[in-house]
Structures are given as C-alpha cells and as structure tokens.
C-alpha cells in the first residue's frame, strides 16, 4: 500500500488502466443462471477473468438440527477460493481467516433481500467457488449467488449486486482488478439492493476522505444498476428455455 | 459458516427498546449520538511489551503486545510484520462459547487489522533490522473480558493504547556481527492514531456505541476507522439489515464528530507514557 505502490504504474498517460478501461468502467461481465443439476439454484458469473460458480441448496430442514432458529431461516454461506483459482503460489485448500471473513459479510449482504422470517426452522445453503480470480472476488460472488437464490426460487425483496471502489493513483475507479487492488491505495467493496437503494455490504482499505466516500457511493450504485441488467438477463433466459406446459400435460 | 452467537430478546423486551429509540431514547438513558465514558489504563500486563485496559462502559478490553524477531513475509521483505488476533472468550459473556476461533472472532481481529495497517499505525518500513532477513514481528491481542457491547471501538482503542504504551529493546550489533538486543528500551515507530466507531441501525434510527442489548436488536452495524486527518482508512458494515446512501453519510459525520475525543484519549495516553519513559530512574 505505501512504498511499493507508486512502484507499480496503473493508469497509462492518457488516463486509461492497464486493461484500457475507463475509471468508472466495469469490466465485461455475463451471468448464467441455473448451470448445476443437483442445487436447487446455482449460478455462474464471469466479471473479467474472474470466474465463480454458485450453487444453493434449500430451503431444508436444518442439519445439526439445534442449529434451527425458530422465528426465521437460517442462511449459511460459504466463499472458498479453489486452490489454483490465484495468481500466486498455490492457496491452501483451508479456509483462511480472510474466507471465513468474507463468508460472514457475504451471507450479510445476502440476508437483507431474503424474506428469512418466512421460513423459519429451515436451512438456505449458499456454496461459492472462486475458479479463477482476478479482484472484487466478494462482490462478484454476491452478483452471482443473488442469481442463486432466485434461481432457487427462495422469496426476496430484490437482488443484490456488488462492485468494489478503488483508488487507484489517487483517482476512484470502479471495479478493481486482482493488479488493481494489490498496487493501488484502497479498496471500497460495496454491494446493495439495485432496486431499493439500500447498502448491504461496505467494506474498506486504504484512505478516504469523506467526499471520496460519498462519490464512491454514487459510483458503486451506478455500477451496480448495470449489473442489475445482466441479473435480469440471466434469469429470464433461464427460465426462458423452460418449455411452457401444455393444456392437459401431465406435469 | 453460519451465525453462532443466536440470543433471544423477548419480544416485548426487544419491543421495548426499539419504541424507545423511535422516541430518542436509550436503554442506558443516552442521547442517541452520545459514547459512553472512555477509560484507558496502561500497563497492566507487565509481560507484555505494551497493554491496555479499555473500560468503554461496561463493555471492558485488555490488549497485549508482544514484539519478536523473526522473519519478514516474502511478498513485503522491507517491513517489519503486524498480526492481530481477538478472541471472544467466555469470560466475557455468557453468549460466547469455548472453542476454536470462529467468524465473529475472525471478523473483528481483521476490521483492527485493516485499520491499523491502513491508517498505518505502525512505520512498518521502521521494523526491519536487516532488510528482507530480519524484521521486528509485533503481535497484537485482543481479549474482550467484559461484554457490554461495541467490542469492535474498545478493542481499537486497546489496540492502540497497547501499542503507544510499548517499549522493545534497542538493537546493537556485535563485533562479530549477530544482532543483540540491549536492556535500553525504545518506542515502537508510531505514523498515525486511527480510532474506531460504531453506529447501529435500529429501526430507522442511527445510534452512536451500540451497548449490548442495542446490539441484540440492531439490524446492522457500520464501523469506520478514522485517522488523524479524519481520513477514512477502514469501514465494515455487519448484521442482517442494509442502510439507504443518507444513512452511511449521516453514520460517517457521527463517526467524524467523536472521533477528534476518542483520539484526545489516546493522545493523553501517549503523553502520559512519553513523560514517565523520560524520568531519570
């Protein structure tokens, strides 16, 4: 973050990143809905050369059942990062401290859209793979398992998109690369509800002040409205290929 | 993997306390932009390298810091190496249980972490002995002991007034060449002195330092760090609910206002501990 950063030049001349993105440029990103057989939601997102698998499983009943809660249903999250998925050296197939972090505001930013308290004593099981990451990992993961849930079929009041705030040479820039986010000088993941408006994970590194703050607020929503279009997309072409039922089939 | 700490309000109790905010009171009788009183003591675990005590409260803190040579991480050879680590032991509640670390510990040792690394508190670069070979490795522990909520701003503070309090052995170098510590005691390198503070959402309400039964009805929580500058250098949004973009904006100028007091603190702290440190013994 100090020192080292200025070492590693992310912004050409002409103000363009590395990858020729403009700063308030997210990268390509396309979603499938419903890619695996046996969940009953999953998703897949690709967000750059990120790429995550999502799969959901329930509602169920609750396994070890004292686990229940009574007056609504539990949400359990799991972010993992495949052991090849990083540019680095091999990552330990053991959740690390910074997955178990990220499993807990991942399942945050994801509670507020569900309708949990209509299903209580049940279970909702949301697994995410890291195949292969690139930066904004968390946030893309929230893009997607929101696809997952509905998907699934699980009741919410919106979905839940994210994108991660940079600052890169002093500028905000959205949508971090893995580069990005190693060399620049902070990182604002903010995911929210696209078509309430509403906050449900903030996170950040580095510096800010309070204008940067509410500009990147401003950014992530734009950014985020974006890739509300893709959800949309991906779920109505999902369920697009469903055959219509017949008059008289039996279903 | 899922939430392990589940602790029933009764309804009407919970009822209770969220009409009250509505009205703009508290269970504790603050004002809803009001912190509780701050204590700070320092040295109270001799061992350490550097302590404090942080009564914020009820809610109580104790940080402990412990530097040792060794080596530094291979991605950063030229700085020294800074880890925290909080645990939510059972002596402080009844809701917390005996076991290995799990999410709630883990979240709030990284939320210290990034603060403190992003502020910086440490000159890292400061740390090292020989470059990319030996660096000083400060360890930081937080252990909550007494649960009144908002552990994540006392155990901030603890973090901090641990680390302005400590002293690690000056280094020499022998003639032939091996590094040795002498009995001359020097401060750590401090840049800057982030503080932590929490606003909970409950209702439509935003209220400063959550205390315990706030938190137990919260829908969520955000955390700034701030820094000397009132630079933001750490946030974490927690809990099951979602704040508007006014929302944030309003929690940050919370945020921003007790800041410059809970630093002040922290400045008395240093003071404090400057001036004993330069007495003739």
New interface residues.
Partial sequence: ????AAAVKLLTEDGKRLDGRALNELRRCRIEAGVLKNADGSAYIELGRNKIIVAVYGPKEVHPRH?A??DRM?????YSMLPFSVAEERKSPAPT??E??I???I??AL??AIF?EEFPRT?VDVFIEVIEADGSTRVASITAAAVALADAGIPMRDLVAGVSIGKIEGKLAIDLSGIEDQHGE?D?PIA??PR???????????????EE??QA??MA?EAILKLYEEQKRALKERYSKVPPVEPGEEV | MSERIYTVVPAPRREAIRSMIKRGERVDGRKPEEYREVKIEVGVAGNADGSARVTLGHTKVIAGVKASLGQPFPDAPNAGVQVVHAELIPLASPIFEPGPPDENDVELARIIDRGLRSAPALKLEELVVVPGKQVWRVFIDMYPIDHDGNFIDASGLAAMGALLSARIPKLSTAPDGTIVKSEEKTPLPIADVPVFVTIAKIGDALVMDPCYEEELVMDARITFALTKENHVCAVQKGGRGSFTLDEIQLALDMALSVAPRLRAILDTVQQKVNASAAKPT
């Fill in positions: 973050m100090t020192g080292e686990e809660l009574p539990l949400l359990r999250c799991r401290r910074r178990v972090e499993s807990k505001v399942r945050e509670e507020p949990l279970s902070g604002m929210m509800m309430l408006g509403e906050v449900t994970l903030m996170q950040a590194d580095g510096r800010f002040t309070r703050i509410v607020l401003q929503r």
